[in-house]
Structures are given as C-alpha cells and as structure tokens.
C-alpha cells in the first residue's frame, strides 16, 4: 500500500515537473518574442539614430540630402533603416552626377561617392540666361551667370531662316539683332507672338535696309481655306 502511493506521488510529481517546464517554457518564449518584436521596432524607429554619413567626389550634396535619399525622411541617420539601393537609384536619375555609388563602410557608415559631370559649353538661350552641357549634350543646370570660365560659350549660331515655335516673347531685341548679325535673312514665326515689340523693330530696320523677310504669327498661321462655292 505504501509503495503503490508512494509511486502515484511521484508520478504527480513528475507531472507537475513537467508542466512547469512546459509554462517556463512558454513564458520564456514569449518573452523573447515580445523582446525581439519591441527590440526591432525600437532599431527601425525614426527617431533613433545608428550611423554616420560620408561623402565623396562632390560639395553638391549634403548629409542631409543622402539621408533623405536613403529613405530616413528629415529623421537622424538610421543604418537600420537606411537603403544604398534606393541612394544609388536616386542619384542616377540627378543630371549633376555622371556617376554614384552608395555602400555600408565598417563600422557604421553609409559612404557616397559621386563623379560630377564637366561642363563642356554654355549656350546661352531666349530667357536671359545659359545652358550648362556636359561633353555628352545633357543639360546639368539652368544659370544666369557663367561660373566656370573654361567651358566656352556659345552665344549666336549663324543661319539662314529662323523659326521660333516656342513660347510668347521668345526673341528680344537684342537677340532678333543677332540673328540678323549672324546672317539670317528671314523669321518666320511658328509660336503665338513669339518675338517682342523690340524684335519686331529690329526686323522692320533690316527689311528696310536690306530686304530682310518677317512673317508674323497671324500671317504664317493663316493657312488656307478654300473658297465658297
């Protein structure tokens, strides 16, 4: 009798050995769960800053510009966070830079390295101000003053027949002076007024004096129309 209750207690016991272990367990697992799940959103946090920014081969970009680009928003750097892909995707599509590479340095580091494009030309255009090329023809910026004096400047092109078919007010005085300089004997206007009241001016002088053509908007735009029956 006493051995056959002596061998259910242990069972008992052994029992609730094991469903202690089994709670301990679980508790345990969900701790390390919930640890894990509020340690990761604590690292992925806005807020919370991991790293540094390094940037190379130019001035025209800030830390603050790379933050942004790699995804953190107006938030500190968070490596965590942070994307080289997206950096790199977003500085090929930036007409400034020829090339960029973004890449993880030890210990904490986001590097960017940029190769700037050269200027080649300026080509000075209708609306006071130049056309910043590279050596393969890309626009890199829009500037009312020519900051670099070793990229020559393209100020006038020689030429027969002028058409402009841009915008109102596209040719000023001086410039309809140019074209008449460079040679070109007629302008015929394609764009609603495209040359200003100087311009016309200027034209109006050289026809005078040397025969020179001006088709105005509303003549060049007149068309045809076929006659009443």
């Not at 002596?6 to 508790?27: D, G, M, N």
């Not at 190769?115 to 910026?141: H, T």
């Not at 100020?155 to 078919?165: E, Q, R, T, W």
């Amino acid at each position: 009798m006493d051995s056959s209750q002596s061998f259910r207690e242990q069972v008992r016991r052994r029992r609730r050995q094991k469903i202690w272990r089994l709670v301990k367990l679980v508790l345990f697992t969900a701790a390390s769960a919930a640890a894990c799940f509020y340690g990761w959103r604590f690292l992925h946090s806005p807020s919370f800053a991991f790293g540094s920014v390094s940037i190379h081969g130019t001035s025209l970009l800030t830390e603050a510009d790379v933050i942004s680009l790699a995804g953190c928003g107006k938030g500190p750097l968070n490596l965590f966070n942070a994307s080289t892909s997206r950096v790199r995707e977003a500085l090929s599509h930036d007409v400034r830079f020829q090339n960029a590479e973004a890449a993880y340095r030890f210990p904490a580091t986001l590097q960017v390295s940029v190769e700037e494009r050269q200027p080649a030309l300026y080509v000075a255009n209708s609306y006071r101000s130049y056309l910043k090329l590279d050596y393969n023809g890309i626009v890199i910026s829009v500037t009312t003053t020519i900051p670099d004096a070793k990229a020559p400047v393209l100020a006038g092109v020689k030429c027969d027949i002028a058409l402009p078919c841009a915008t109102q007010n596209e040719i000023n005085g001086e410039e309809a002076k140019t074209l008449i300089a460079n040679g070109c004997w007629c302008v015929c206007e394609g764009a609603n007024m495209p040359s200003d009241a100087d311009a016309i001016d200027a034209y109006e002088k050289a026809r005078v004096e040397s025969g020179f053509l001006y088709m105005p908007a509303k003549a060049a735009n007149a068309g045809e129309r076929e006659p009443p029956l």
